[in-house]
C-alpha cells in the first residue's frame, strides 16, 4: 500500500457517511487479461493486462485515440469485447444485471441536461434509482453546491453542472467510481476543489478509476498509473516511479566564467555540493516530471 494512500486512509475530513460493509469477491476491484477490441480493421485495444485494487485510486492516461475510451467503456459494461478476461466487483460486465451496476457510479464528460430541474430535485430523481443512496443533501454540500441547490440547472455555470455531473456518480453510494476527464472546464480553484472530493471519498475506501489529461491532477490523485498508447500499457507504476522517473537522472547546469555548463547525473546534490562556495550563477537542477516520461513514453510509440 503506497504512503499516499496509508495517509487518505488517516484523514480526519468530513465524511458523506458511513460506507455499508459488503461482502467482496477477490482483493482486486478490477481484473483484466489480454483484452482485445476492433472496429473494422482497426485495433482499438491490443492486448491489454490490467489490475486495479479495492480503495485504489487509478489513473489512465493516453493521448486521443489510443483506446483508453474504449478500454474505460468496456470496464463499465457499455460496450462489448472481442477476447480477454474481464471481471469488475467480481462480475464480467458484459454479463452484469441492475444489482451490479448499482455499484458502480460513472461521471462522464458530458454534462447533465435536466435544465428546468433543480439541483436538489436532479439528485433526488438520481438517488431513487438506488437502493442505498447517500443522503442527497450531503450529496450536494460535499461537491460544493448547497449554495445553488435551489437552483435550475439551466441557469448554472459550466463548472457548477461539472459538479451536478459528479454529485449523480456519487449519490448511489459507489463501491467503484469512474471518472471521465472530470475537472474538464473547471478553473483553478475548483479543479483543487474536486481534487479534496475525490480524496474524499478515496479515503472512504472508494475504488477510482481516473481518466484526464491533466498530468498534475494525476500526480495529485492516483495511487498507480498506466499510460495507453497504441492500444497498448506502455508504462505502469505509481507517480514516482513510472518509466523508471524515480531513477532517472538528474541535469545539473550553471554558469562560471569559463561559460554556461549542463551535465547528467545520478548524484545532483553530490555536484551541487562541489560548486558550492565556487563563483557560479544560473545553478538549476531539473529532474524528470511525469510530464517529461508521459511525452517521452507516447513518443516512442509513435
Known sequence: MSTDRMTRESMTQASLGTRVPRNHESMNAIEVRGLRKRYGDTHAVQGID???ERGEVFALLGPNGAGKTTTVEILEGHRDRDEGFVKVLGTDPGEAGRAWRARIGIVL???TDAAELTVRETVRHFAGYYPRPRR???VIEVCGLAEKADARIRSLSGGQRRRVDVALGIVGDPELLFLDEPTT???PQARRQFWALVQTLAAEGTTIV???HYLDEAEALADRLAVIAGG???AEGTPATLGGRATAAATVSWTDADGHHEI???DPAGVVARLAGQAVSGLKVHQPSLEDVYLDLIGATR
Open 210 to 212: 481516473l481518466t484526464t
Open 232 to 234: 497498448r500499457i506502455v
Open 264 to 266: 547528467s547525473t545520478d
Open 50 to 52: 490490467l489490475t486495479v
Open 136 to 138: 442527497v443533501d450531503d
Open 185 to 187: 472546464g473547471f478553473d
Open 109 to 111: 464528460q458530458t454534462a
